[in-house]
């Protein structure tokens, strides 16, 4: 494969994804393609009346795309909860397309207390996706499978867990904490494709991640950095070359459970999108037994597979 963007995805008439954080950036990008190419799109969104400009805005370029607006706030974990129930009344679930996420706050806590960054980043997808594996393995036993895409990030390289400190009790760094989120993300990825794939699951789970593009989850990031941006815009993705390697994760028929896509160029931070490899620790088994098994404890959401 040379590389996938979004001519690549093909007629997605028929099929149903939920794209959280739908509303701006990546998500929108995402959503507004899926859209264009046929699918219904339920854009999870902490704000109505962003989503709602969000759907004007694609349907102004897209007369008779399929949308919904499903509240989601993913640092509240009864919001996650009611999101799924409204999702679960559709009647097909095609894929899940984590996306919703948080860079490098000041240190905060969700809802239910978790420091902001794991809360969202990782037990908010995981409560999701766990909560929408009933509607997953329904949809794909019917229509030949579905899929629950994770979005990291290159910033998993150097991360670790710190188990002994989640809440960050002790101590606070924005981008390490931002680094233990994405590593979680793939931890989970992966440890949720192994626990599919043993039960011969018509559901995989798949990753992605955008390399650099400019969108609004910088908004955090150090001032000095804010500065850069514009020569970001030149050397990096735009928001919507950045979705490729959501799209394709999403959409690819050459996407295998456990794949993991991202940009092909300048040590993956742009161009098309293509497979690519993870650390060797996001693939530790053991330590993505740990993170799942505390994750349950955390969440109280326990994933029936």
């Not at 959280?20 to 393609?33: C, I, R, S």
């Not at 949308?67 to 989601?72: D, H, V, W």
């Not at 626990?195 to 955008?210: G, K, M, N, W």
Request: proline share 5%; aromatic share 6%.
């Amino acid at each position: 494969m040379s590389g996938f963007t979004a001519d690549d995805v093909t007629d997605q008439s028929g099929k149903t994804f939920l794209v959280t954080g739908a509303n701006t950036g990546l998500g929108f990008e995402a959503a507004q393609v899926l859209a264009s190419q046929g699918g219904r799109v339920l854009l999870g969104c902490r704000s109505e009346d962003k989503a709602n400009a969000a759907m004007k805005k694609i349907r102004a370029a897209h007369a008779s795309a399929d949308l919904r607006f499903i509240p989601l706030d993913q640092g509240d974990l009864a919001s996650v909860e009611a999101a799924a129930d409204l999702v679960a009344e559709e009647d097909r679930l095609d894929v899940l397309v984590n996306n919703a996420g948080i860079m490098m706050p000041p240190l905060q806590y969700t809802t239910d207390g978790f420091e902001s960054q794991f809360g969202v980043n990782h037990l908010g997808t995981f409560a999701l996706t766990s909560h929408l594996l009933p509607k997953l393995a329904e949809t794909g036993a019917e229509h030949g499978g579905s899929r629950v895409v994770v979005t990291s990030s290159i910033a998993h390289k150097p991360g670790d867990i710190d188990f002994e400190d989640l809440g960050a009790e002790q101590r606070y760094d924005q981008q390490t904490r931002y680094q233990q989120s994405k590593l979680a993300n793939l931890l989970f990825m992966y440890e949720l494709d192994r626990r599919l794939s043993a039960t011969d699951s018509p559901t995989i789970a798949v990753a992605c991640h955008p390399g650099i593009a400019s969108t609004e989850l910088a908004r955090h990031l150090p001032k000095i950095l804010t500065l850069a941006m514009p020569l970001v815009k030149i050397l990096f993705n735009s928001p919507a070359q950045g979705a490729w390697p959501t799209l394709m994760a999403a959409t690819s028929p050459d996407i295998r459970g456990g794949d993991y896509t991202g940009p092909s160029r300048l040590g993956e931070t742009s161009g098309k999108a293509e497979k690519v490899e993870s650390t060797k620790r996001a693939k530790d088994p053991e330590l993505a037994a740990r993170l799942w098994d505390v994750s349950v404890e955390m969440t109280g959401v326990d994933p029936q597979i």
